[in-house]
């Protein structure tokens, strides 16, 4: 399977089987559609000098048509899918807990508009979690890790700040089990930043992997979308917070972290927006949303929300060019290794290697699946009870998705999001058309800057 497009001024070619990528001139690309459209390759020289004989000379075609050739020869173009297979060795893999995201908040002081967790509460009641649930779950996951060192547990919320002396006393007890027990913890906290201070900063400087930072960009954005509930905005309040930890970071493991809407559809100059303000690592996301939602994104927003991502795109590698670094999260992507075949097979591993906890102490796929008690997979006491529940998130990958089968993204993506499918399509084997749509865009754009900054190198 191949890929073609045309992205900012460059003609590219993906071998999704490969991950091979070529930048090609006009005639190249058009010969390479000529092979694309023949069952048997042996016919595409043939058909190639009938179909492009009065665009291109006969010796152009027959010089392209053996490059083409040779590519093919080398395994970098049409290219047999190696992985299909593998998944039943995935699937038949014992399952081990390598991250957990520990809900310490059911309570929040903001009031987003768009929050899928409504303020915080997750369907629910507002709560707290307390240490000992927190250590119960620490705990839980140095069991059921197997012989994974590296372990994860992201402070998620609600707003983790609001319950800073457990996060911290789990922080300290998390490094007593790394000793006691060969193990790494890496930790993450996700935060609003209105109860961020310079005291707390130095802490998570020291002791969090990494800091995920929520702002949506622009000034009248954010403050539309995450104002206090008294309807005050907050971005005054925090962007210089967010300046300094970013800068006490030495620009690295951390993120600003935003959502664009329906509202903001022109989401690039929030982007630039953030650059602007002197972050380097930078990730705003589209709004996952009940269509009835004012907010929500349609598919007439497609074409709009295109063109913002092409202009990002062009406008990163201009910058990266004149020497001002921006990694914008979405566009990240490692063409020569990547993510291990597991990953690129099963994507975040929800409800399998990575599952949420509740202040309570339930079990769930992830954070998105919180309060859904369809999706109760268990608790820190009993373990994983729902083994049937489970079983379906192991057996969730690319090749279980009908509509992954012909997508050039499939390895990319590795299926999306389970928690997106199950909201859109009813079947977390399914998948929420907009957001596929938009992750295919950006992996052409993500493609594309690579190609452009190799060229500058070259």
């Known amino acids: 399977m191949i890929h073609q497009y045309k992205n900012n001024g460059y003609a590219i070619v993906l071998d999704v089987n490969s991950g091979s990528v070529h930048q090609v001139d006009d005639l190249a690309y058009d010969v390479i559609a000529v092979f694309d459209s023949c069952a048997d390759k042996k016919e595409a020289k043939e058909k190639a000098l009938m179909q492009l004989s009065g665009k291109y000379s006969e010796e152009e075609i027959l010089e392209a048509v053996s490059d083409v050739q040779e590519l093919i020869e080398k395994g970098q173009l049409f290219t047999e899918d190696i992985y299909r297979d593998y998944i039943f060795d995935l699937n038949s893999r014992q399952t081990v807990v390598k991250a957990l995201c520990l809900h310490i908040t059911h309570d929040c002081n ?17 709560a707290l979690m307390s240490l000992e649930v927190g250590k119960r779950a620490l705990d839980f996951l ?3 890790s197997g012989n994974r060192r590296n372990l994860e547990v992201d402070f998620f919320g609600g707003e983790p700040l609001m319950n800073w002396d457990v ?11 790394e000793k006691t027990h060969d193990k790494k913890f890496r930790f993450t906290l996700t935060t609003n930043g209105v109860l961020l201070n310079d005291e707390i900063l130095s802490y998570v400087n020291k002791e969090m992997g990494n800091l995920v930072l929520s702002i949506d960009g622009r000034k009248e954005v954010h403050d539309h979308m995450r104002p206090f509930c008294n309807g005050k905005g907050s971005y005054d309040l925090i962007v210089p917070k967010f300046q300094k930890a970013a800068a006490g970071r030495n620009q690295t493991n951390y993120y600003v972290r935003g959502t664009y809407t329906h509202e903001n559809t ?25 269509k009835e939602a004012p907010y929500a994104l349609t598919e007439e927003d497609l074409p709009t929300l295109y063109e913002q991502y092409d202009r990002l ?3 990163i590698v201009r910058r990266r060019k004149n020497g001002e670094f921006i990694n914008f999260f979405h566009f990240m992507i490692d063409l020569e290794g990547g993510p291990c075949v597991a990953k690129r097979l099963s994507g975040c591993g ?22 859904q008690e369809q999706f109760l997979m268990g608790n820190l006491k009993d373990g994983i009870v729902n083994k049937d ?18 997508c050039f993204a499939k390895f990319y993506c590795s299926g999306g999001c389970a928690a997106n499918a199950w909201n859109f399509d009813g079947d ?6 907009i957001g596929c749509k938009l992750q295919r865009k950006r992996i052409e754009c993500a493609i594309m800057i690579k190609t452009a900054l190799a060229e500058e190198k070259e």
């Open 110 to 126: 903001l009031a987003c508009r768009y929050c899928f967790a409504e303020e915080g509460e997750y369907h629910g009641q507002r």
């Open 142 to 144: 140095v069991e059921n």
């Open 167 to 177: 996060v911290k006393a789990l922080v300290e007890y998390g490094r007593e089990l």
């Open 266 to 290: 022109d989401f690039s100059e929030d982007v630039l927006h953030l650059a602007d303000l002197g972050f380097e690592q930078i990730s705003v996301e589209p709004v996952v949303a009940p």
């Open 313 to 315: 795109a062009a406008e």
């Open 350 to 371: 929800s409800g399998t290697e990575y599952l949420a906890v509740t202040p309570w102490g339930d079990l769930y796929p992830c954070h998105q699946f919180v309060g």
């Open 389 to 406: 529940l489970q079983d379906q998130f192991k057996r969730c990958n690319v090749y279980a998705k009908p509509a992954c089968q012909d």
């Open 428 to 433: 977390i084997t399914g998948n929420y058309e």
